[in-house]
């Protein structure tokens, strides 16, 4: 998208709820402070019996994906409200995690960035990963060695990505810059942590250490 300056900036639409708040921890009677969020309707057969209970026990309809998120106080929602994208506003920045998109398993110079062997016909090391360790001592191959393997589908976290658009009706968050995963994946999506720390810290006013 552009702005009024006419600068270009990569932005990504998120369809962000609505959630269902199904329950409520508080520190007096769980030890510590969350809330249970729900989202997505799914039949009753798709999910186990101990969930099917655990949903009839809330009074609530079976959800396909269900996470707790923790707090440091004790949350004002009550099981049965519903968050919508109005909680945030244009402006704030966001933590958004989710799964990176799944490579299979890749060889070290895709995986790792190797440099890769000559390419000419006759060099006869192209890709492979040659040496890992040496022979008489210590007769093994260090811990953490970079070496082909299974690559991606990993849980990253972006942090401080600013919202750019927000969308009511359509419960959409036009957010700056990408997010983990592919088209259609699910995130976590939270108030910025550092960025509010950071805007904290500026509010309080320090000390002279002048003499």
Request: proline letters at 5%; glycine letters at 12%; a positive charge.
């Amino acid at each position: 998208m552009f702005d009024k300056q006419g600068r270009l900036t990569p932005v990504t639409v998120i369809e962000a709820g609505p959630c269902s708040v199904l329950a409520t921890k508080t520190k007096d009677k769980d030890g510590y402070c969350a809330t249970v969020f729900g989202y997505e309707d799914v039949k009753e057969s798709k999910v186990t019996k101990p969930k099917k209970g655990w949903f009839k026990k809330i009074k609530s309809s079976p959800k396909k994906v269900v996470r707790e998120m923790r707090s440091d106080v004790n949350s004002t929602d009550k099981p049965g409200d519903s968050v919508l994208v109005t909680s945030f506003k244009v402006g704030d920045y966001l933590d958004i995690s989710g799964f990176s998109k799944g490579k299979g398993f890749q060889g070290g110079v895709k995986r790792w960035k190797w440099a890769g062997g000559e390419s000419g016909h006759g060099s006869m090391f192209h890709r492979a990963p040659g040496s890992i360790g040496a022979s008489s001592y210590p007769s093994r191959v260090f811990k953490g060695q970079h070496l082909p393997g299974h690559m991606g589908s990993v849980k990253r976290t972006v942090q401080s990505i600013r919202i750019m658009i927000i969308d009511e009706e359509k419960n959409l968050l036009v957010v700056e810059g990408s997010v983990p995963g592919h088209k259609n994946t699910l995130l976590v999506i939270k108030h910025a942590k550092k960025r509010k720390a950071k805007e904290e810290a500026q509010k309080t006013p320090e000390k002279s250490k002048g003499k």
